[in-house]
């Protein structure tokens, strides 16, 4: 773990290796470098094995990250895999998206005492490529079929963890998606730079390849109801995520003046996967962009605009650096890969000429000072207005729920429109729907989302068992 060093211990350095900005800025493949066996066992081994799991405690999943650390450190990544499958249905796509400078990382006990944290994402996913690499991913072959069928709505990582999970009990389970491919923003949002689509698409391929039905290209409320549904299955799970982009409300706004963030990476994700150029896709080829937000998507559009060719890509956010939303590892990334970023810059008006957008005038902001117990607000600095110029702006100002409840006036809805469950049982205010994932948390982070769908599947079972008791009782 330690090198004894002219009498001291030292650990050894943190290693994770990106490919470099000007290379980045070529392709969209991901931009880590999968470590060699040697560097992940050695990554492994610095894990001092400090006896209170900071990390897993910090990890959603509660993923047993020390016991898989000393296995992948002892050279024994077969075992280390069967640990991390325990907790987690999909680890290889944590292990690169999870935002582990919040999570696992941030509370690494290396990292609380001055030392770089132990890259745990990067081993973890190191060794799910391992186990798909070398058939140590066993197929869904449940020990005995049962009768009953799920319905699951959204393919994203809630459904498609819940779908996993069920149908190893030998649930009968069927995913709905009006999405051409299985996946939610694992595939359509998340662009390739940070997770390649065939990590996604293994996944899908092997909950096929054990039993479970997709059914692609079928908006629920749309091609088939809530209630037909819940005809056709014993129980629905509701995991469609939120999709309501919120708009900027600012003079000058026009219906086509701003691109949406999602679809200007849903336009690039297809290109990658392969699909034909469609016309009104949107690029940014040789254009001055601008991006509106701090968050994840933020991050993923103005890094998408480098890669396209974008002649500049501008981030403005109305907060400073400490409170943006967003992975802090994001924004280095952005900034090594050329993006300018406009701290405490809140836009005001959208500027054109006839139809076509030349700029964003923004105020520059100022934090106050907190009251106690509040975080610190944000006023406009007077006369300092400016103006950046533009010839797309994005907006990315986060995501709401759409309207789904209208088809099924019974559901009960929080006044966001997020979906209201029991905290533990995930149960819905209809009998036999359940819900999970974003659709009930509110944009969020796909191992919350895992972790939902892996807890209300495990409910799932445990209202069936329970019924069956009881008719037998
Ligand atoms: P989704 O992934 O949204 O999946 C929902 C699915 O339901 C979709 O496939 C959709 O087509 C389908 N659907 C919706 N309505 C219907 C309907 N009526 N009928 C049929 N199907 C329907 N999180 C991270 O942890 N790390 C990141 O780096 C990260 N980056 C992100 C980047 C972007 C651009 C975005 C938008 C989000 C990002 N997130 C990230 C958040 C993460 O992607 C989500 O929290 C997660 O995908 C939520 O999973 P979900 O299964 O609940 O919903
Ligand atoms: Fe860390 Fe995420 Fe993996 Fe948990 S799932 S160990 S938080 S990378």
Request: charged share 25%.
């Amino acid at each position: 773990k330690t090198l004894k060093q002219g009498g001291t211990f030292v650990v050894e350095p943190r290693r994770l290796s990106k490919a470099s900005a000007e290379l980045r800025a070529r392709g969209f493949g991901e931009i880590t470098i999968p470590p060699s066996t040697e560097t992940a066992e050695k990554q492994a081994s610095r894990c001092t094995d400090c006896g209170v799991p900071f990390c897993q405690n910090a990890c959603p999943l509660q993923n047993n990250i020390p016991d898989w650390l000393r296995l992948s450190a002892e050279n024994e990544p077969r075992e280390a895999w069967r640990v991390a499958s325990l907790t987690s249905t999909m680890p290889e796509i944590c292990g690169r998206i999870c935002p582990q400078d919040r999570l696992c990382e941030g509370s690494c006990t290396l990292n609380q005492s001055g030392w770089d944290a132990v890259t745990i994402g990067s081993v973890e996913a190191w060794l799910g490529d391992q186990a798909f690499a070398n058939g140590w991913v066993e197929p869904i072959r449940p020990a005995a079929e049962r009768g009953e069928t799920v319905g699951i709505v959204g393919a994203g990582p809630a459904g498609l963890a819940a779908a996993d999970r069920l149908r190893s009990e030998g649930y009968q389970v069927v995913v709905y998606d009006r999405h051409d491919r299985a996946g939610g923003l694992l595939i359509y949002g998340i662009p390739g730079f940070k997770l390649e689509k065939h990590v996604v698409q293994r996944r899908v391929d092997r909950l096929i390849d054990g039993g479970v039905q997709f059914v692609l290209g079928c908006e629920v409320g749309k091609d088939v109801t809530l209630t037909e549904l819940r005809d056709r299955h014993d129980v629905v799970l509701l995991a469609m995520g939120v999709y309501q982009p919120r708009i900027l409300s600012a003079p000058g706004r026009g219906p086509d003046s701003t691109v949406a963030a999602l679809s200007y990476l849903t336009h690039q994700n297809r290109r990658d996967l392969g699909d034909a150029e469609q016309d009104g896709w949107h690029e940014a080829r040789g254009k001055r962009v601008v991006v509106i937000g701090g968050g994840d998507t933020a991050m993923d559009c103005v890094r998408t605009a480098v890669r396209q060719g974008a002649a500049s890509v501008t981030c403005l956010y109305r907060r400073d650096r400490e409170n943006m939303p967003g992975s802090a590892r994001e924004v280095v990334n952005a900034e090594e890969e050329g993006v300018v970023f406009e701290w405490l810059a809140a836009p005001k008006a959208l500027l054109s000429q006839g139809d076509q957008v030349t700029g964003v005038r923004a105020a520059r902001m100022q934090l106050t000072e907190a009251a106690p117990g509040q975080r610190r607000d944000i006023v406009p600095v007077p006369g300092a207005d400016f103006d950046v110029p533009a010839d797309i702006v994005i907006e990315a100002l986060g995501f709401s729920p759409e309207p789904f409840a209208a088809h099924e006036p019974d559901l009960r809805l929080r006044d966001d429109g997020t979906i209201k469950v029991g905290s533990v049982s995930f149960a819905t205010s209809l009998p036999g729907v359940f819900a999970a994932g974003d659709a009930v948390r509110g944009a969020s982070l796909v191992v919350w989302a895992v972790r939902e769908g892996q807890d209300a599947a495990a409910e799932i079972d445990r209202y069936f068992k329970t019924r069956t008791e009881e008719v037998a009782a």
